[in-house]
Antibody
């Protein structure tokens, strides 16, 4: 069974740091890009970051410069280091596997599966 | 613009058909994908590609696109289809990133 399990969420003060983890199982982890997506009640789903199989990283505008994504293919693990946390970073954070394919000049992509999520609360 | 616009809520009678729309410029270039999220659960993929369903997703779910609008259609809605539905696309705009729609709450009456 393909599965993603996040951990590391919790309560942190504004300006603090937190490191989220996501452990994958049931598929060849090192052959897939991986995403982080967060969800707040007010803003819905927001893409946070992507890391490629070769280690290339991409970030959303709201977290670039403060968050850092990494992976350890030896342990099938994905990480999100979150620094300088703000109240608006409070959300449920999900990891998700990336999939893509090309067909007749069109490019297709999707997020599947998703982990169960881990709650991050930023408050003093 | 990279934004994806969805109607906040729609309702459908049990067994009837509902179409959920998602509008955005990036959809002229990409088909995107659709996700279902039930209360207290993580999102799950329901449609990807031109109109592909992952294993386990009923064939009453279908997807299409026209111009800058993507559609998710539920033909013969069931009570268990009551959920939030999100569209997703991608836009490079000089930098690779992804965007999700604001979500549509589907209520089955």
């Amino acid at each position: 069974e393909v599965q993603l399990v996040e951990s590391g969420g919790g309560l942190v003060q504004p300006g603090g740091s937190l490191r989220l983890s996501c452990v994958a199982s049931g598929f060849t982890f090192n052959k897939h890009d991986m995403h982080w997506v967060r969800q707040t009640p007010g803003k819905g789903l927001e893409w946070v970051s992507t890391i490629g199989t070769g280690g290339a990283t991409f970030y959303g505008n709201s977290v670039r410069g403060r968050f850092s994504v990494s992976r350890d293919d030896a342990t099938n693990s994905l990480y999100l280091q979150m620094n300088s946390l703000r109240v608006e970073d409070a959300a449920v954070y999900y990891c998700a596997r990336a999939s893509y394919y090309y067909d007749s000049g069109d490019y297709y992509f999707w997020f599947d599966p998703w982990g169960q999520g881990t709650q991050v609360t930023v408050s003093s | 613009s990279s934004e994806l616009t969805q109607d906040p809520a729609v309702s459908v009678a049990l067994g009837q058909t509902v179409r959920i729309t998602c509008q955005g410029d990036s959809l002229r270039n990409y088909y995107g994908s659709w996700y279902q999220q039930k209360a207290g659960q993580a999102p799950i993929l329901v449609i990807y590609g031109k109109n592909k369903r992952p294993a386990g997703i009923p064939d009453r779910f279908s997807g299409s696109r026209s111009g800058n609008t993507a559609y998710l259609t539920i033909t013969g809605a069931q009570a268990e289809d009551e959920a939030d539905y999100y569209c997703n696309s991608r836009d490079t705009n000089g930098y690779i990133y992804y965007v999700f729609g604001s979500g549509t709450k589907v209520t089955v009456l």
